[in-house]
């Protein structure tokens, strides 16, 4: 399955498990990923914007936004709660746009669900300005490479099989009635930082935050690394 068929067939379910106040991750940690993303410019694009939630923090923050995705109906969901940005149906690895529109990009939680990753990473190049940042956060390799054995605070983490991607990854997560089946790809900091290099960029700020004081204090992100930030420029 691609991910464009995969996100099209949950995105309802994404929606409503995205859209449910403090009910994932992002509600502690999108403060630690804000902290890296400069101040509004020109344009800004969201590569993988989902039901919007993102781009919708971006515009609050004064950003100009457009967004793309490759899911119809996580298309029309993000654009009836938010009129104000321009939503796209696009592959991110192959950008509607010219070279240099945008002086900042985004990608949040997308580049682990994209079919060529290092294809995206290029084009982001592309249209990124000469002088503009791209902000990135994917699920942390780490957390991607084991599991908790045990259901307590203390329980044991336990490294799988191998580290190094890439590899398919996902499962079906269910919580306060709400589920949702993710299904992308796990790859290493290496894997990342060589499609990045080969698109000529350089790593500005690379962060493993802890999450927020809203998280619950059983969350394992205090113990593992849940998410890795990063800030990245173009080469001079």
């Known amino acids: 399955m691609t991910s464009a068929s995969h996100w099209e067939s949950e995105a309802r379910r994404w929606a409503a498990w995205a859209r449910a106040p403090q009910h994932d991750a992002y509600w502690y940690y999108r403060d ?3 902290a890296l993303v400069p101040p509004a ?10 039901e919007g939630r993102v781009s919708r923090d971006l515009v609050a923050r004064g950003h100009r936004v457009t967004g793309v995705d490759v899911s119809p109906t996580l298309a029309r969901l993000a654009t009836d709660a938010d009129a104000t940005t321009h939503y796209l149906l696009a592959d991110g690895a192959v950008l509607p746009f010219r070279a240099g529109a945008f002086d ?7 580049l682990m669900d994209v079919d060529d990753m290092p294809a995206v990473c290029a084009d982001i190049a592309r249209v990124l300005d000469p002088r503009g940042r791209v902000c990135v956060c994917v699920q ?6 084991g599991k908790f054995v045990g259901a307590g605070p203390e329980a044991t983490f336990v490294l799988g099989p191998t580290y190094f991607g890439p590899r398919r990854s ?25 499609a990045f290099e ?3 960029f350089v790593i500005e700020s690379l962060r493993e935050p802890r999450p927020g004081p809203t998280a619950p204090p059983t969350t394992r992100g205090h113990r593992l690394p849940i998410f890795l930030m990063l ?6």
């Not at 800004?44 to 989902?50: A, I, K, R």
């Not at 942390?140 to 490479?145: G, L, R």
């Not at 499962?171 to 060589?194: C, H, K, M, P, Q």
Request: with cysteine; proline share 2%; hydrophobic share 45%.
């Open 32 to 34: 630690a990923f804000f």
């Open 41 to 50: 410019g020109r344009a800004t694009l969201e590569v993988g914007f989902g």
């Open 104 to 110: 900042l990009v985004v990608a949040y939680n997308s």
């Open 140 to 145: 942390h390799p780490a957390w991607d490479a």
């Open 170 to 194: 996902g499962g079906t997560f269910e919580r306060n009635g709400l589920s949702v089946t993710f299904e992308g790809w796990s790859f290493s900091i290496d894997d990342y930082a060589r």
């Open 198 to 200: 080969a698109a000529g």
């Open 231 to 236: 800030r990245l420029a173009r080469c001079a």
